[in-house]
């Protein structure tokens, strides 16, 4: 869903990539999957304006059992995240049926809460005395997995964030609340500067994953004695991997810096997610 809805964009018309590979390969099965706008967003064949589903049955509906009109959430089949994603299921056997939902949903906590808790890695050198033992930390989660180390942040979001309970946003604090550099107050939604809840399963997991600034992306943390709360950071990647159920040994080049591994994990697709609608082909 890019541009202006122009039915000419090409960003438009890559589910036309999408039909050229289904006629050349000519498989078995299909599945195509998206954001849910998907199965809204209409195209131009033929000076006819037709939504995706409307195209796929046109196209293929000879050959192809098509399940479709289906908007489905990874929370609903073992996955510990809030992702909800269009999908459109094509057999040439008998109709691929979407697999039921799972009775009980995974909670962050039963995901990442065996974890060990790590604070932030302070831009400004001189806060760092706020977690003496952080150095140490890092080592012991390094030794848990080699991307379970925390994001880089600026002093002030770490503050506002020990001082934001969990499961809520640093906008409801009075006296900690999101500013400006210059200590103007920031103006924003209270979804974001927000802390994940331990009970329930994460909101989805955007791109923009790695800042505490947007959408519900701070770890839940755990209350001090003190008052505050641990873990005023981002989620690390190995955290994240584990909402959306990434196997651990997924070989992750060394190449690849921490936004890019982030940004190509929020266009993901949970594997679990995918693995059981696979799994239900009835072949």
Same mark, same amino acid.
């Given at each position: 869903?890019?541009?202006?809805?122009?039915?000419n964009?090409?960003?438009?018309?890559l589910?036309?990539?999408v039909?050229?590979?289904?006629?050349k390969?000519?498989?078995?099965y299909?599945?195509?999957?998206n954001?849910?706008?998907?199965l809204?967003?209409?195209?131009?064949?033929?000076?006819?304006?037709l939504t995706?589903?409307?195209?796929i049955?046109?196209k293929?509906?000879?050959?192809?059992?098509?399940?479709?009109?289906?908007?489905?959430n990874?929370?609903?089949?073992?996955v510990?995240?809030n992702?909800?994603?269009?999908?459109?299921?094509?057999?040439?056997?008998?109709?691929?049926?979407? %697999?039921?939902?799972?009775?009980?949903?995974?909670?962050?906590?039963e995901a990442i809460?065996?974890?060990?808790?790590?604070?932030?890695?302070?831009?400004?050198?001189?806060?760092?005395?706020f977690?003496?033992d952080?150095?140490?930390k890092?080592?012991e989660?390094l030794?848990?997995?080699k991307w379970?180390? %925390?994001?880089?942040?600026?002093?002030?979001h770490v503050?506002?964030?020990?001082?934001?309970?969990?499961?809520?946003?640093?906008?409801?604090?009075?006296?900690?609340?999101p500013?400006?550099?210059n200590?103007?107050k920031v103006?924003?939604y209270?979804?974001t500067y927000?802390r994940?809840?331990?009970? =329930?399963?994460?909101?989805?997991?955007?791109?923009?994953?790695?800042?505490?600034s947007?959408?519900?992306?701070?770890h839940?943390? =755990?209350?001090r004695?003190?008052?505050?709360?641990?873990?005023?950071r981002?989620?690390?990647?190995?955290?994240?991997?584990?909402?959306?159920?990434i196997p651990?040994?997924?070989n992750?080049?060394?190449?690849?810096?921490?936004?890019?591994?982030?940004q190509?994990?929020?266009e993901?697709?949970?594997?679990?997610?995918?693995?059981?609608?696979v799994i239900n082909?009835?072949?």
């Amino acid at each position: 869903m890019a541009g202006k809805r122009d039915y000419n964009d090409p960003r438009n018309l890559l589910i036309f990539n999408v039909i050229e590979a289904i006629e050349k390969i000519d498989p078995d099965y299909v599945l195509i999957e998206n954001v849910p706008q998907l199965l809204n967003m209409k195209v131009n064949l033929d000076n006819e304006h037709l939504t995706v589903e409307e195209l796929i049955y046109r196209k293929f509906s000879h050959k192809y059992n098509i399940n479709s009109n289906k908007i489905i959430n990874a929370e609903e089949y073992g996955v510990p995240q809030n992702r909800k994603r269009a999908m459109i299921l094509m057999s040439k056997n008998s109709k691929w049926e979407f %697999p039921k939902k799972d009775k009980v949903k995974v909670t962050v906590e039963e995901a990442i809460g065996e974890l060990p808790t790590v604070e932030a890695i302070i831009k400004e050198k001189e806060y760092n005395k706020f977690f003496k033992d952080n150095k140490q930390k890092i080592e012991e989660c390094l030794k848990v997995h080699k991307w379970h180390f %925390p994001k880089e942040h600026t002093w002030r979001h770490v503050e506002i964030m020990m001082h934001t309970p969990t499961g809520k946003s640093a906008f409801e604090n009075d006296i900690y609340f999101p500013k400006k550099e210059n200590g103007e107050k920031v103006r924003g939604y209270n979804t974001t500067y927000k802390r994940m809840q331990w009970d =329930r399963p994460a909101p989805t997991i955007t791109m923009a994953n790695g800042s505490i600034s947007s959408q519900c992306n701070v770890h839940p943390g =755990r209350k001090r004695k003190d008052g505050t709360y641990t873990d005023a950071r981002a989620l690390t990647i190995y955290e994240i991997m584990r909402l959306f159920t990434i196997p651990d040994d997924w070989n992750i080049p060394d190449w690849a810096n921490d936004n890019f591994i982030r940004q190509v994990i929020g266009e993901g697709v949970p594997p679990l997610l995918i693995k059981k609608v696979v799994i239900n082909r009835g072949d």
